[in-house]
């Protein structure tokens, strides 16, 4: 026990300027990754799954050195990990810590759910309303169905 | 409403709705006033519909206005591979409004986007058919004499038909009660009871239509379609029961009112046709009225 505790505060101290992606549900990490691109990102990346959570039983964490998030950047983190909480890290110290806050529009990078939407089939960027944030329901701008978590596809 | 499109009933308001219905009203005492000689009206159709395509025409017509546009896709640049955004800028040059209708859910909202020029949204895929809508509800006002306070029943595909959801969508700003009557594969989608809650409004389902006819004022008939079905077998069971013969309204409300978005198949019997309940072909008259209204006040003349 005593060894796991310590290998897990090296992870969280060893960065030095960066931002920790904490609180993620451990099955949405992998797709936080991509979602961001991190995969094709050249700078030092950690991340974990299953860790211990005194608020949600398991969690995941994605530390990203040298790397500060743009406020669209976290919207999308917030729309598939709407838990998560961003830690910014200068010179060691924590600067900020605040939760996602899930957004009123989603802009650009879920698929509309509906085959026949025109956001499939010509060049239109997708555009949502979120219209229940715990269910996370997004209500499509051109033909008015609804994407649910459950059918998100990331462009 | 002076240059904002019409893509959806909830772009307009209630107040804006019932000052379109209003200038509909003067237009139905004259319907032939030269207002629109110097518009040029662009009737885009991507997909045919002859009956829409005509009332727009004859409501464009009767104002001395002029259409341009096509009556489907392969007639069209369309068929070259030309896309939306390119043919709704075009014809944007050559015209004051556009009028569309189009097989892509969506498609009329992005046209709003793309448009130097004021879209009407003629229906796109199964979305939206806003001046169906509107034509509804001056129909219901004009044989009611109001639109609160009225107990209205729909009858058929409540699952698919978007007339229906429209209908139900805008009528839920009036303090109307809803009676359902659908075979129970085809019931009205939750989404759209959702609006009928959110209003505190009351609603009651039924499958058998007889139930419904003596206490309702307006009797609103959708087709059903047999490729709804999943099973065929269910169809067949449920296909005549949800035709209007004119024996069936021997007991209705004096001023009960037979609706129906036409072109119908076999669900309102010819047997109606004569009867003072019969109201469809005079709905459907009053969709130019609408229409011209609409056009009308979007082009800033009314
Ligand atoms: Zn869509």
């Known amino acids: 026990m005593e060894s796991k505790k310590t290998r897990k505060e090296l992870i969280v101290s060893a960065l030095e300027n960066g931002t920790v992606i904490d609180h993620i549900p451990s099955k949405n990490v992998f797709q936080v990754i991509k979602m961001l691109n991190l995969d094709s990102f050249d700078n030092q990346i950690l991340f974990g799954t299953n860790l211990d959570s005194r608020r949600y039983g398991k969690k995941g964490i994605i530390k990203v050195k040298n790397k500060f998030f743009e406020k669209e950047e976290i919207n999308k983190i917030a729309i598939v990990a709407p838990t998560a909480t961003l830690i910014v890290i200068k010179d060691f110290e924590i600067i900020e810590k605040k939760p996602v806050e899930v957004p009123e529009v989603v802009d650009k990078f879920i698929k509309c759910i509906n085959p026949n939407c025109i956001t499939n089939h010509e060049n239109v960027p997708t555009k949502f309303s979120v219209i229940d944030k715990d269910a996370m329901k997004l209500q499509c701008h051109y033909c008015e169905k609804t994407t649910s978590k459950e059918n998100f596809i990331f462009i | ?302």
């Open chain 2, 1 to 302: 409403m002076k240059n904002r499109s019409l893509v959806s009933i909830n772009d307009y308001s209630k107040e804006e709705y019932l000052k379109i219905l209003d200038i509909a009203e003067e237009f139905e005492k004259n319907p032939k006033q030269k207002i629109l000689e110097n518009f040029v009206i662009a009737t885009l159709f991507f997909e045919p519909s002859t009956r829409t395509r005509l009332s727009f025409e004859s409501a464009v017509n009767q104002l001395g206005g002029k259409v341009i546009g096509f009556t489907d896709a392969a007639s069209s640049s369309v068929k070259k591979g030309e896309s939306l955004r390119d043919t709704i800028k075009t014809v944007a040059n050559y015209s004051d409004l556009i009028v569309m209708r189009h097989p892509l859910e969506g498609s009329a909202r992005f046209a709003s986007e793309v448009s130097s020029v004021p879209i009407i949204n003629a229906g796109d895929g199964a979305n939206q058919h806003p001046t169906q809508c509107l034509l509804d509800l001056y129909s219901i006002r004009k044989t009611q004499g109001k639109l609160d306070n009225l107990h209205i029943a729909f009858v058929g595909d409540l699952k698919y038909g978007r007339t229906v959801h429209s209908n139900v969508i805008a009528l839920t700003n009036f303090n109307c009660t809803f009676h359902f009557v659908s075979p129970g594969e085809l019931k009205l989608p939750s989404a759209v009871k959702r609006h009928i809650k959110e209003r505190n409004l009351e609603y009651y389902q039924y499958t058998d239509l007889n139930e419904v006819i003596p206490f309702v004022d307006i009797l609103y008939m959708t087709r059903i379609q047999r490729e709804r079905f999943s099973d065929p077998v269910e169809y067949e069971k449920v296909k005549n029961a949800y035709i209007l013969n004119g024996n069936m309204l021997g007991n209705c409300k004096p001023n009960l009112k037979v609706l129906h978005p036409l072109p119908r198949v076999n669900e309102i019997n010819e047997n109606v046709d004569d009867m003072k309940e019969a109201y469809y072909f005079q709905q459907a008259r009053n969709g130019v009225y609408v229409r011209q209204a609409l056009m009308a006040s979007i082009l800033g003349i009314k």
